[in-house]
Nanobody, 123 residues
Framework: HVQLVESGGGSVQAGDSLRLSCALS????????FGWIRQVSGKEREGVAS???????TYADSVKGRFTISRDNAKNTVYLQMTSLKPEDTAMYYC??????????????????WGQGTQVTVS
């Protein structure tokens, strides 16, 4: 049984930084992709960043140069370092894992496992 647990959200001022973490428990055999997806209430989920098992990353245009995704395969953990935060970054942020490779951005519907989400509020 695979579980993803996020941590690190909170309320910050514009220009501040936050680091989100997500730990995967259980077993996924073979390579898998980690992703961060965010959702504003009433809107569709938006892929923010992804990182493949070999470290290849993708980013949404809206966060390029400000957010950095990384993973520690030994710990089955993925991180999202967010800098220069803007009010439009306010959303629920979800960690997800996909059995597919993600050298190119994955549609959010192709993620197999999801965390419960962590709220990020920027004012």
């Amino acid at each position: 049984h695979v579980q993803l647990v996020e941590s690190g959200g909170g309320s910050v001022q514009a220009g501040d930084s936050l680091r989100l973490s997500c730990a995967l428990s259980g077993s996924i055999y073979g390579s898998y992709c980690f992703g961060w997806i965010r959702q504003v209430s009433g809107k569709e989920r938006e892929g923010v960043a992804s990182i493949d098992s070999d470290g290849e990353t993708t980013y949404a245009d809206s966060v390029k140069g400000r957010f950095t995704i990384s993973r520690d395969n030994a710990k089955n953990t993925v991180y999202l370092q967010m800098t220069s935060l803007k009010p439009e970054d306010t959303a629920m942020y979800y960690c997800a894992a996909s059995l597919r490779r993600c050298s190119t951005p994955l549609p959010v519907s192709l993620y197999n496992y999801w965390g419960q989400g962590t709220q990020v509020t920027v004012s």
